[in-house]
């Protein structure tokens, strides 16, 4: 009984990673940016649905556009004033200045925020579905549903309209992409801020399960990488399927073989991956291909 | 011409006689501590305890041997929370100022390089700011800590539990797998099957973890009396909230680290009610004390000269510096380290921080860890019993 209680655990983790690794694994699917500040952007919705608690009572669901729309705008700026000024540079750079990024907000959170542990709890915290043996938080099954939701929105957007099929088609090949009318460039901010807005909403839902400061943002990036290996780089069904099983080996590694080997298996399982299939399980050869 | 230099000789000379007796009535201290860096915050409150120290003595004229009293000095060096530059700085109190009473840093890092030095130069160190059990286990001499050391956290509140009714008899422990909680928490096991209760899990996880349900699931499916997390504040946090909700209800929840500090309530709200944490020292002690006359006292002295009520890293600095204090006094010299460290060892006597007496090895015997418990919001002291504010309330209800 206590195995099904741990794989259910394990999905529902999985379908928060799903949202922080669908954001992350589009940028880099797409403008090849290996984004190491998503964690701290995501902990910018985490803090701005703290915010919106504490001081006007907001409830944390409803919170979830307020984390969004600044977060979008936050990153659309942020990819098209200063990140496309280098995106045509060795991958380095990138790396370099993603990660100064994430310095940088991550001071700018301590500043204001401290670094002390935060917690949004509303009421029914702590009330759960209960079914025999197997305890369901409620909010866990909420956040769990809401991630799901957004991540076939998103799967929506890419299919069925026009800019969706505009960033697929860049991601494909650019040039072509640039003959029949595509901005990159715009292109580029637009990915990075669904990207940005995304992470927001997942911090505000991250904040509902579990507790948080500004050091977490490293860990937060290294989930969200892990999940874009292993789903394969750009595609949200992905990003679905590497979060759900990033979240079932963690449980389940963790009840099996014990909680301090978790990270080491979950990192040999996406070693493993990029050994066998190193464009992820559900990655197509395009996607992770270099375009520069 | 001539007047001018015979003023300026005389002035000199003046000059030269009242440093000499200066230096002759003052006892100069050391210490290597952190004002800056990650641990300024502890840092400057052990500080706040050597000063708040340093001017009581000096109001009651000095430290007294024989029949002289000696002024109080300390001469202080900011570590930047830096264990390595606090190794160097000790060697520069010795060395170049001439220092060989050196009050202690805070951290167990920063105790464990300079206590080489102060060993190596034949100086004296006693510290109020560390507690690992590695501090005395390198054979030292010169090393008296005053803090219960890691594998001792537990031992009180699994005593305080045992007579509880109705009776637990299994402890869950759960612990982060660094050094110091991996410590707490074999010591916590030893304690628990000293008294008599069955240990019925007993695992690690890694240190800053986020998520800790299978844990929480796995405890659960165990069904302990008593929950006991050796970790930091973070995991506290995480372990009670999954706790709740994962329906996890043990009759009690303690914690090694976590509910002694401010934020563990800031941050868990209600959730916080009723769990038990282990305290170093807490202001409703009641000890008598040789300089401030009682824990009490100390606390009145510390708001009045602070304006915050002092915390175990202000009272362990300060205790430190007593215990110094009262050892240099029974030594009658503050010069031979060798009479002075004797004293030390056969130290026995109640201060502010506790009835304080040092093994063989310098670390500090029978101590005991008070017990504090979330009531309404507030740590209230529930153990020992006669320092205690409140009843220890027991079992704990279940989450809401």
Request: hydrophobic share 45%; proline share 4%.
């Amino acid at each position: 009984m206590i195995i099904l209680q741990v794989l259910l655990n394990g999905i529902l983790l999985g379908g928060f990673y799903a949202l922080i690794g669908v954001g992350f694994s589009l940028v880099w699917g797409v403008t090849n940016i290996i984004n190491l500040a998503h964690g701290a952007i995501a902990l910018l919705g985490a803090y701005i649905t703290l915010f919106l608690f504490q001081y006007y009572g907001v409830d944390p669901f409803l919170s979830l556009p307020f984390s969004f729309i600044p977060l979008f705008i936050f990153g659309y700026i942020l990819q098209r004033y200063l990140l496309n000024l280098v995106v045509k540079a060795q991958i380095f750079m990138l790396l370099i200045l993603t990660f100064g990024i994430e310095i940088f907000l991550v001071n700018f959170m301590t500043t204001f925020f401290s670094a002390d542990f935060r917690s949004v709890t509303p009421d029914y915290a702590g009330e759960s579905l209960i079914i025999g043996d197997i305890v369901i938080p409620y909010i866990r099954l909420a956040v769990f549903a809401i991630c799901i939701l957004i991540t076939l929105l998103l799967s929506l957007f890419l299919n069925k309209t026009w800019t969706g099929k505009a960033i697929k088609a860049t991601s494909l090949d650019i040039d072509a992409a640039m003959m029949v009318g595509i901005n990159p460039a715009k292109i580029f901010a637009i990915t990075f801020a669904i990207a940005s807005g995304l992470a927001g909403v997942a911090g505000s839902l991250f904040s509902l399960t579990q507790a948080f400061s500004p050091s977490m943002a490293g860990s937060l990036t290294l989930r969200a990488f892990i999940v874009s290996i292993l789903g394969g780089l750009g595609r949200v069904e992905g990003a679905l399927l590497g979060g759900i099983i990033l979240g079932i080996v963690e449980t389940l590694s963790s009840y099996i073989i014990g909680e301090s080997y978790k990270n080491a298996i979950t990192l040999a399982i996406m070693v493993l991956v990029l050994v066998i299939k190193p464009t992820g399980i559900l990655g197509k050869k395009y996607f992770a291909e270099v375009k520069h | 011409m001539k007047r001018l230099s015979f003023m300026m000789g005389v002035f000199l000379l003046s000059f030269f006689l009242i440093s000499v007796s200066f230096a002759a009535d003052v006892i100069k201290f050391g210490a290597a501590i952190s004002l800056t860096g990650k641990l300024a915050k502890e840092g400057n409150l052990v500080k706040n305890g050597y000063e708040l120290w340093k001017e009581t003595v000096n109001k009651k004229g000095g430290i007294k041997i024989g029949n002289r009293y000696y002024k109080v000095e300390i001469k202080y060096y900011d570590d930047e929370s830096d264990p390595n530059r606090a190794a160097k700085l000790v060697e520069k109190l010795i060395t170049e100022d001439g220092i060989k009473l050196i009050l202690g840093p805070y951290g167990s890092e920063s105790v464990f390089s300079t206590s080489a030095i102060t060993e190596k130069y034949g100086a004296l160190m006693v510290q109020g700011g560390a507690g690992a059990d590695k501090l005395y286990t390198r054979g030292f001499k010169n090393l008296f800590g005053i803090y219960t050391v890691a594998t001792e956290y537990m031992d009180d509140t699994l005593k305080m539990l045992r007579n509880k009714t109705p009776k637990p008899n299994t402890v869950a422990i759960v612990y982060s797998n660094d050094l110091f909680s991996t410590q707490v928490a074999q010591g916590a096991r030893a304690s628990a099957q000293k008294y008599g209760y069955k240990v019925v899990y007993y695992k690690d996880y890694p240190k800053g973890t986020q998520d800790l349900s299978t844990v929480i699931v796995e405890i659960k499916a165990k069904n302990p009396d008593i929950l006991i997390g050796c970790g930091h504040f973070q995991d506290t946090v995480v372990i009670v909230k999954q706790s709740k909700d994962y329906k996890l209800n043990p009759k009690a929840i303690a914690f090694s680290v976590g509910p002694t500090l401010p934020d563990f309530v800031t941050a868990l709200k209600g959730d916080a009610e009723y769990i038990f944490g282990s305290a170093q020292w807490t202001p409703t002690l009641k000890y008598k004390d040789p300089v401030f006359g009682s824990n009490e006292n100390f606390v009145k002295a510390f708001k009045a000269k602070f304006g915050v009520e002092p915390n175990y890293h202000a009272a362990g600095g300060a205790a430190a510096a007593v215990i110094f204090q009262r050892a240099i006094e029974k030594a009658g010299t503050f010069t031979d380290i060798n009479k002075i460290r004797q004293a030390l060892a056969s130290f026995n006597e109640e201060t502010l921080f506790g009835k304080i007496r040092f093994d063989a090895t310098g670390k500090v015997v029978d101590k005991g860890m008070p017990v504090i418990q979330i009531q309404r919001g507030q740590q209230k002291t529930v153990y020992p019993e006669n320092a205690a504010e409140a009843k220890p309330v027991y079992p704990k209800p279940a989450w809401r």
